[in-house]
């Protein structure tokens, strides 16, 4: 089958294309800098931001799309690029599938579709959108925080989050040495706390485990690429903080320091996360998330 697949040079059209040339699929790959041309893979040049995708001459044989391009920052939209993106791209593929007679569409989502921020409210209406299309077939995918892996890395989510715990660890870690040289105080081990449920689970998923289930799925409905059995935060903050050298101690409530008034503030847009979420799973293989692999990703993500 000849499928377009839009943001096909991206962290998951990467590991994705492959798969679905594996399958015996010929892919057309579209973004404003595409892949390079291989067996089965042709690149194009396109823009979802504009009319039927930047194309001025479109193939023919087109018969599915995989919509992945998108903006999946967790912050504000303050210049309005996650909307314009997500939410009017979006409209765009519709039409582009609609004009061109497509008659399926697979489109990448998120598990996170709660309305907290900008990204989770986009996705949310890009699903209503495309249930109530006239496309006659769609497919939608909705995984949690796709963890990169050594073949596909990627700094996503949780890594830039556990950068910020180090950066902000660092940054107290020089002044305490200086204040406890300066005035002779005995070495005291610092407490790094978090807001946070330690029983919640934060649904972190392999991005192998995840194209490996969009490549294989074919019929129409929305299935959810999440992570049988993940984590709870609190196994997550014992990984962490060991590999790190950090004392990390999970509180649902408490009277912040200075620094934890800053982390905070910098960290705000992850708060949602850390109260857990629990979803279901449609994902028939994927191997569970370990010490090893948490800890596997942080050095990737600090080397």
Known sequence: MKILVTGA?????????????????QIYGL?????????????LVGDILQPNLGLNKVPEDIRAVHHLAAIH???????????ETN?????????????????????TSTAYTQGR?????????????????????????KPPIIMGMAEHFYPGHFSQFVALVIKIHQRAEIVRRKIEGTLRLPIIEPVFRLRA??????????????????????EPGTFWLTHPSPPTLRQLTEWVGEFIMVKIKIEPAFKPTPLEVIFEKLSAA?????????FSSDL????????????????????
């Open 9 to 25: 040079n991206g962290f998951l059209g990467s590991a994705l294309v492959p798969r679905l040339i594996q399958k015996g699929h």
């Open 31 to 43: 973004s404003r800098h595409p892949p390079a041309p291989g067996k089965n893979l042709i690149p």
């Open 73 to 83: 920052r967790l912050s504000e939209d303050k210049d309005g690029s996650i909307w």
């Open 87 to 107: 939410v009017e791209g979006t409209q765009n593929v519709i039409a582009f599938c609609l004009k061109h007679n497509i008659p399926h569409l697979y489109f």
């Open 117 to 141: 921020n900008p990204y989770e409210r986009s996705k949310a209406l890009c699903e209503s959108m495309i249930k109530t299309s006239d496309i006659p077939k769609v497919t939608i995918f």
């Open 197 to 218: 449920n330690p029983e919640g689970k934060l649904n972190l998923v392999p991005i192998d485990a995840v194209v490996d289930a969009m490549a294989d799925i074919e």
């Open 270 to 278: 992850f708060t949602p996360y850390l109260w857990g979420d629990d």
């Open 284 to 303: 028939k293989q994927c191997p569970p998330i370990t010490k090893e692999l948490i800890t596997a990703t942080i050095k990737r993500a600090i080397a």
